[in-house]
Structures are given as C-alpha cells and as structure tokens.
C-alpha cells in the first residue's frame, strides 16, 4: 500500500484561481513528518513546509497554505491566485522513523 | 551560500559498465542522501549517510553502494548497469542526520543506460 496518496496526477488551471493539491498519508506511528516538495523542470526539489504530527494548525505562507487533518490522515496544500511560475510538480512526503516516503507526485500547469 | 551540487549533470553509459555521481552539500550540512526518481517508480530512498557512516538504507541491490568523505562530500556508485537504472538520482543534504528535518536538494544527475 501506498504510504503516500496525491490523487491527482496532473491539473490544470487558469491563471489567478485557486488550487488544492491533495495529499493522504499512512502511517501507524505517533511521531511523523510531513513534507511539500516542489520539483520545476530544473529538476531540482523546493522545501516548502514540514509539519510535525503534533502540529495540527494551519499554515500560511504568502500564496500558499495547508491544512494538515490528522482525523482524515490528509495534509493538503492551496495555492491561491495562481501564477504561471506556480507551474511544477509537486510532491508530498512522510517522514516516520528512519524512512522518508515521496508520494507519487502532482503535475501543476497554470495557463496565462 | 551554495546550495547542493551535483556532477555531472548529465551522463550516458552503457548497460554493464559501472558509474560513480557525486554530491556536495551545502557548506555545514553534515547529513547527504540519495534518491532516485523514475516515471515508474517515483521517487525512491537509496540510502544517507552522516559523518561518513551510512545511516539508513533503502530497498535497492548491492549494486548501489556509496560513501561519504571527510569534508561531507558524498558518491554514489552503481555497478553493472541495468537499463532500469536509467533515472534522475537526486542527492540532498541536512544539518543534521535523520529524515526528519528535511532537505535541500541538488538538481540532480541524470543517468541514461543504453
């Protein structure tokens, strides 16, 4: 099973909306960690946010936030007015003991 | 401050032959790991290592083996490639050892096995 869910493979969107990446995890330890990555064509992976299990509030960050529900083991992430530049992939990962797991990835394209 | 640097960019080798990527970390980062991404499989633990010893380990063969020198710069060798060793193998530093913390990655070497 997979330890990290992005449903989404890709989206599309307008640029100036609103969009939500999903991201469901499992996990049956206590202590973990949760991670958005955001990989441009360059290729190289951006750090975003971590976010420790015991931390269940909301974070904002500019243009972005997330909502981290441990009741629905779900750590979304919403980018709000869009912008071209916002156009990669993006990656949630979880961290628990010694293993780090990348979900499988959502490809954003924002179209001017 | 320099981020994570990974050389070569690029490299094309053939299936049999052995390679060695290497990876320096950002200036302080003690912590290196390896990754490996494909369209297949995603992105995938290979291994890190702290303080020249290697901490954790993923799934792969024997064939992925790697060290860490004394300055935290790090290689990744693999030998007897395999064409599904074709891949973009990202290296990341921490501060500090333990998956937890996060890291800066490099922008990665891509290897193609023909």
């Known amino acids: 099973a997979q330890k990290v869910t992005q449903a989404q493979t890709e989206i599309s969107v307008v640029e100036k909306e609103d969009v939500t990446l999903d991201c469901v995890y499992e996990t049956r330890d206590t202590t973990y960690y949760l991670f958005w990555y955001k990989q441009p064509p360059s290729g190289e992976l951006v750090f975003l946010i971590r976010?420790?299990?015991?931390?269940?509030q909301n974070e904002i960050s500019g243009r972005y936030s997330w909502n981290f529900q441990k009741s629905t083991s779900s750590f979304n992430f919403t980018i709000t007015a869009s912008q071209v530049v916002d156009s990669a992939v993006y990656f949630c990962a979880l961290s628990e003991g010694n293993q780090f797991y990348f979900g499988t990835g959502t490809s954003l394209t924002v179209i001017p | 401050k320099a981020g994570v640097t990974q050389t070569p960019r690029y490299l094309i080798k053939t299936r049999g032959q052995q390679v060695t990527l290497s990876c320096s970390p950002i200036?302080?980062?003690?912590?290196v790991s390896w990754y490996q991404q494909t369209p297949g499989q995603g992105l995938q633990f290979l291994f890190e290592?702290?303080?020249?010893?290697?901490?954790n380990k993923g799934n792969f063969p024997g064939r992925f083996s790697g060290r860490q020198f004394s300055n935290s710069r790090s290689e990744m060798n693999v030998s007897t490639l395999e064409l599904g060793d074709s891949a973009l193998y990202l290296c990341?530093?921490?501060?500090?050892?333990?998956?937890?913390?996060?890291?800066?990655f490099g922008s990665g070497t891509r290897l193609t096995v023909v």
């Open positions: 200036s302080g980062h003690r912590s």
């Open positions: 290592y702290f303080s020249e010893t290697q901490r």
């Open positions: 990341a530093s921490s501060l500090v050892a333990g998956v937890n913390y996060g890291y800066t």
């Open positions: 976010r420790n299990s015991f931390d269940e």
